[in-house]
């Protein structure tokens, strides 16, 4: 499939009702030349990787503010290992602390967390790089 666009589902998991972030985030990556596929709230980690999988995404964004960061990120790995769709790149944001943040990306249950305040322009360039980079391995 010619894929000419980068294409990004944003994932709210759980019982988190709140969805500003995650919807100012979709808007800017589209305006950044993102397709985007917005899951909505209260999705589980299945049905997230399921529509990954369906809609054939580069990168899964996950916003999360519930703290259910440290069971739901590795959740999303293992299931996409189970899927063989590790290529999915897994990043995220919400209110997650400085040191959960760390254990995330070491333990390889995410690229890159990014948290209120961060620069929208720093995400897109950041996804823009992360894909440019996993074609080039591909």
């Known amino acids: 499939m ?13 019982l988190d009702g709140h969805d500003r972030g995650a919807k100012v985030i979709a808007r800017a990556l589209r ?36 703290g259910s960061h440290m069971t ?11 899927q063989n769709a ?7 944001g919400g209110t997650i602390p400085e040191e959960d943040i760390s254990a995330l990306i070491k333990g390889g249950y995410a690229e890159a967390i990014f948290t209120p305040g961060t620069p929208t322009t720093d995400i897109i360039e950041w996804i823009k790089r992360r894909v440019k980079q996993k074609e080039g391995q591909g």
């Open 31 to 66: 305006d950044g030349g993102m397709e985007v596929i917005y899951s909505g709230l209260h999705q589980t980690p299945e049905q997230i990787v399921e529509a990954a999988i369906q809609e054939d995404v580069d990168v899964i964004g996950l916003s999360i503010l519930s």
């Open 86 to 92: 590790v290529d999915i790149l897994v990043m995220g």
């Open 2 to 14: 010619d894929q000419t666009r980068i294409r990004v589902l944003v994932g709210k998991p759980g």
């Open 72 to 82: 739901v990120f590795p959740r999303v790995k293992e299931l996409l290992k189970e």
